[in-house]
């Protein structure tokens, strides 16, 4: 019998996906320092906003993890107790980390400790050894099965956080150095360019290639355990987690809002087939390199993806930014700068405060008065149903050819 709904967990790679994140029902956010987490392409926090970003989450009853997820360097340790210290400060709920060092410094300090995944814990023996060092949750190692994260908790009493959504690896819990071999950028670092998700040709010593069925040797599909959900709550696993935070807050908000959805529906025990279908869709409409539920049942040695790039089947193409916003009107105010746009098509608006506000133009306004389309150089006024903010960018979203 279901005790609890676990916790949703959300990735934020900037204030709108952090927004977007609450807004679309996340539990907890996850956000990383610049400099110091596996993220780097991210654009990531300065440190003067971790208590903002910490106050924002804390304001919606949300929780705030922070992730020093990397290798630190004997030079970097001042630089750690640094940040550290602001996290504190900052009233941290967790540090998401798996080196030694700042395990220890976490502990010194009395901020809760969550064992990166980087740490690739992926049998209770392992998970004990890690709680007597005083570790409170471990993200398990993607390659864990059902069957695997049933008997940790079970054994370990550990708070247990898996990978429901979101990239995978082809290497063992991402411990890859091709992308260093190749561009001198660490996988272990955060700085993986992804050579894995590149198409490959195999030539022999004398020039002679090989025809493969699928070039794309090397690139996984994403993992989407939507489907087993009820199986992976049967398993008492605490926390449920999305990744993304190089994704952008369409990615955060949609694929957030889904899982909010699905939980929900287990809930209220009308968790079904025809609603993971439905569901799925959505999640087909940002980035994704098809999907696969990893690990979590069998091992997917056949599930790879065969294109270079999103299989996403909507894309957005920014048209401008919010020049006003009309209170008394709920209207935003913008100038096409590229593209067109008519009624029927959807719009979304991006911002730090605003987050993610997906619309479809069901009027539009310029200086001549009502039309039903507009060019690229007119400034156009759309009603929106909650509020934007000046500055907020405005895209096109539209299928993608």
């Known amino acids: 019998m279901l005790k609890q709904i676990p916790e949703l967990l959300s990735p934020a790679g900037d204030f709108s996906m952090l927004t977007a994140a609450i807004k679309a029902g996340a539990d907890a956010v996850y956000f990383g320092v610049r400099g110091l987490n596996m993220r780097a392409a991210a654009s990531n926090f300065e440190l003067k906003d971790i208590k ?5 989450c804390h304001k ?3 929780k705030a993890y922070c992730t020093i997820n990397v290798i630190i360097y004997e030079k970097e340790l001042t630089l750690l107790n640094k940040i550290l210290q602001i996290l504190k400060q900052a009233k941290i709920d967790a540090v998401i980390c798996w080196d030694l060092a700042v395990i220890k410094k976490c502990k010194e300090l009395g901020i809760p400790i969550h064992l990166s995944t980087q740490a690739s814990v992926s049998n209770s023996e392992a998970a004990q050894y890690w709680k007597k060092l005083g570790v409170q949750r471990i993200v398990l190692a993607r390659e864990c099965s059902l069957e695997d994260i049933k008997e940790i908790k079970k054994k370990t009493g550990l708070e247990i956080e898996v990978f429901v959504h979101g990239a995978r690896c082809i290497s063992l819990s991402g411990r890859c150095f091709m992308s260093q071999e190749l561009f001198g950028k660490s996988a272990n670092r955060g700085e993986c360019l992804q050579p894995c998700r590149r198409d490959y040709l195999v030539t022999d010593e004398e020039g002679k290639q090989m025809k493969l069925e699928n070039n794309f040797v090397m690139s996984a599909k994403d993992l989407c355990a939507l489907p087993l959900l009820p199986q992976i709550l049967a398993t008492g696993a605490d926390s449920l987690k999305i990744e993304g935070r190089n994704r952008g807050a369409e990615y955060v908000f949609k694929v957030t809002k889904v899982y909010r959805e699905a939980l929900d529906a287990i809930k209220k025990k009308k968790f079904n087939e025809e609603l993971v279908k439905k569901l799925t869709e959505t999640l087909k409409e940002v980035y994704n390199k ?6 979590l049942v069998d091992y997917p040695h056949h599930q790879r ?8 089947i909507l894309e957005k193409v920014q048209l401008g930014k919010v020049i006003n916003y009309y209170r008394n009107k709920s209207v935003a105010e913008f100038k096409i700068e590229s593209e067109r746009i008519k009624l029927g098509d959807k719009l979304a608006f991006v911002g730090p405060t605003t987050g993610y506000v997906e619309i479809e133009v069901q009027e539009m306004y310029t200086d001549n008065g009502k039309c039903n389309k507009a060019e690229k ?3 156009v006024a759309i009603a929106v149903p909650e509020k934007v903010r000046e500055n907020d960018k405005v895209f096109l979203v539209k299928k993608r050819k």
């Not at 903002?52 to 924002?56: I, L, M, N, R």
């Not at 098809?290 to 690990?295: E, H, I, L, N, Q």
């Open 60 to 62: 919606h009853k949300v």
């Open 305 to 312: 993806c065969n294109v270079y790039g999103s299989k996403a």
């Open 52 to 56: 903002k970003a910490v106050e924002f």
């Open 290 to 295: 098809d999907f696969s539920t990893g690990f």
């Open 377 to 379: 150089g007119i400034i």
